[in-house]
């Protein structure tokens, strides 16, 4: 889905983030190279379906231990090849926000193996409502009460100091081991 990916790169640039780039499945390189002439886009092989293939993870980890903060997860589905990209950025000593399909990769490590989220360098997790459901096994979550409390339930599941969980929603909260902000709407 080169459309996120288009949005996220886009929406970091607008932000402020500085140096700005996308690496993408070779099949839709040259679509996100159209829609953002002025940030570099790094083809990385795919799979027959046009998502990352065997190879992504060595290619998709040497280029981030170049950038200071990784973005892992808009449009790039739940492919082997794309589990394989966010278990290898997950071991890289480099920041990293999960968002979108890397929370849906992710879902099963937090319980079975959550060393895999105790690292250096921060963690940030980005789940809407639904995602967080599925991160805590199903809880329900509705509201900001049992948002937080799946939220801080994922961030001490992990044991980890860098770990942040922003979960978003109608009212959007930013969970960490010890503190919650609720930022000003808007």
């Not at 990916?5 to 983030?17: H, Q, V």
Request: aromatic share 4%; proline share 6%; charged share 15%.
């Amino acid at each position: 889905y080169p459309g996120a990916a288009i949005m996220a790169a886009k929406s970091a640039a607008r932000a402020g983030a500085g140096y700005v780039a996308v690496a993408t499945p070779d099949a839709c390189a040259n679509l996100i190279r159209m829609a953002l002439p002025s940030i570099p886009v790094f083809a990385i092989p795919s799979d027959s379906r046009g998502s990352f293939g065997a190879a992504a993870r060595m290619t998709v980890c040497e280029i981030a231990k170049k950038y200071s903060c990784v973005l892992c997860g808009p449009g790039m589905t739940t492919s082997a090849g794309a589990m394989q990209v966010v278990s290898g950025l997950l071991e890289l000593d480099v920041p990293l926000i999960l968002d979108a399909d890397a929370l849906k990769i992710a879902i099963d490590g937090i319980d079975s193996n959550p060393e895999m989220y105790r690292r250096e360098q921060p963690l940030v997790m980005t789940p809407h409502y639904r995602e967080l459901s599925r991160l805590v096994a199903g809880d329900e979550v509705n509201d900001l009460g049992t948002a937080i409390a799946a939220a801080q339930k994922v961030v001490w599941a992990a044991g980890s100091d860098n770990l942040v969980v922003i979960a978003k929603g109608p009212t959007t909260a930013i969970c960490g081991v010890e503190r919650v902000l609720l930022p000003l709407s808007g």
